[in-house]
Structures are given as C-alpha cells and as structure tokens.
C-alpha cells in the first residue's frame, strides 16, 4: 500500500510553516520562541525536508522579484555565505 500524497503534501506545508515561524521569531529576536518551534519538529527529516521547502520557495521569490534565474540568485547566496563571517 502506497502513502497517500495528500498526506505528505500536508505534512511538507505543515514544515515548511514551522521553519517559516522559526526564522520570523528569530528575527524578531524571540529565540525562545524560535527554540520552541524548532522542537516541535517530530523528527529531523521533518525540520530538514521543512527548512528545504522554505528555501526553495524564498529563492524562487527572490529570482521573480528580481528578474533573475533561480541558478543566479542560489550563486549569488552561495557567494554571500562564502564570504560571511567565519
């Protein structure tokens, strides 16, 4: 028997609001908030699979907000993170 796709579809948007609401309470500077919200993962596959959802919908945002490519704006990431704070 098959998983239902709906099911993984729910739990993959269900993720990917939590990471949403881990990085806005961090942001925000409620970290405590943000470490609650992270524990609430049921597991680290969640929180990872979550996290990647998140982030593939805010490059493709930011690729269509700025008339770039999603390869562009991952590059361009890639070189800020390269040479941020170590």
Known sequence: MSADPGAAVDAATDAAQRAAGVI???RRGDHAGAETL???FPDD???AGGFF???DLAVALL???SNQSCDDVVRDLTILLAAGPR
């Open 24 to 26: 806005a309470a961090h």
């Open 38 to 40: 992270l524990a609430s």
């Open 45 to 47: 596959a969640a929180k």
């Open 53 to 55: 959802v998140l982030a």
């Open 63 to 65: 690729a269509t907000a």
